[in-house]
């Protein structure tokens, strides 16, 4: 049966990620994923069935992030295609084993770290390459800036002006997400590029 008060929830916590991951201005941590949706506002939607749908899911939270990083944004989308599915199980595999993704994407890469990242000519470097073919997880991407920190490096460089911002923006807002061991990845990193 389908339970109204479970759909409020789950739309409530739709709106928080998704405006998180769509809006510079508001960060789902910093306000706690407080949002401003009445339950009024809930109750006229046409497409609050999709909610209550959405609330069966057994972790709202992490299907949500899953598939707005994947770049889905309407609900419909999100719960009524398969896809959706899809793309929770392969984010939930990635999350489950970040450690082992994370090597097997740096054996990807040039055996010279600066290759990877160093921009030339305002062209897309390797490492921007490869995770927009999406041959390396954004993970990998997020993880790497946090330690080696090149982003900055890219938005001076880098003459694209339409996919590069919008890459860039979706992995700083999806940062806080990702849970790692900055030492061990640290060491992991060192341990690659220095072995050669």
Known sequence: MVNIEEGYVAYKQYV???????SPYYDYFKYG??????RSTFEKRNDKFFFCKLAKKKDVRGFLIANFVDNTR??????????GDKVYSQWLGRQQSLQYVFEN??????????????????????????????????????????LC??????????????????????????????????????????DKFSER
């Open 149 to 190: 920190k090149f982003f900055k490096h890219w938005s001076r460089n880098i003459e694209d002006q339409i996919i590069w911002p919008s890459f860039k923006f979706k992995c700083n807002k999806y940062k806080p997400f990702i849970e790692f061991d900055q030492e061990r990845f640290k060491k992991i990193v060192v």
């Open 74 to 83: 309407w609900i419909g989308d999100v719960v009524t295609d398969s896809n």
């Open 33 to 38: 994923g407080a949002v401003k949706a009445g």
């Open 16 to 22: 928080a990620l998704k405006n998180h991951f769509t």
């Open 105 to 146: 994407d740096l054996e990807k890469l040039d055996s010279n770290f600066d290759s990877n990242v160093v921009v030339t000519d305002g062209q897309y470097p390797k490492l921007l390459k490869i995770a927009l073919r999406k041959e390396v997880a954004v993970e990998t991407v997020v993880i790497l800036n946090s």
